[in-house]
């Protein structure tokens, strides 16, 4: 039910955006974010943000990447600058919220972001 895009191949000081976006379903939307698994590490957060638009960041990506979301359209985004090596990850969209009164959670299929020194 999320559909990403964006992500690829970047030299370190480069760009990039990933974009999530919520395809059918009815639940109602409350926190979206990026997560994001590096080769034998862990998921961990990079950062999400709140259907009223308040943000939370995990240290590292603080300052160098922003996350918006647009509620109309459903859809999650992730703008990352100053990228560095160690941003290399399979990066991960997830959305919470709930059906019917009913917690749920999904994940997208996941994007490969890569920055070369």
């Known amino acids: 039910q999320l559909v990403e895009s964006g992500g690829g191949l970047v030299q370190a000081g480069g760009s990039l955006g990933l974009s999530c976006a919520v395809a059918?379903?009815?639940?109602?939307?409350?926190?979206m974010g990026w997560y994001r698994q590096a080769p034998g590490k862990e998921r961990q957060l990079v950062a999400d943000?709140?259907?009223?638009?308040?943000?939370n960041y995990e240290d590292s990506p603080k300052g160098r990447f922003t996350i918006s979301r647009d509620n109309a359209k459903r859809t999650v985004y992730l703008q990352m600058n100053s990228l560095k090596p160690e941003d290399t990850a399979v990066y991960y969209c997830?959305?919470?919220?709930?059906?019917?009164?009913?917690?749920?959670?999904?994940w997208g299929q996941g994007t490969q972001v890569t920055v070369s020194s």
């Open positions: 997830n959305a919470q919220g709930t059906l019917f009164g009913v917690p749920v959670e999904y």
């Open positions: 059918g379903g009815i639940f109602e939307i409350n926190v």
């Open positions: 943000i709140t259907a009223g638009g308040s943000s």
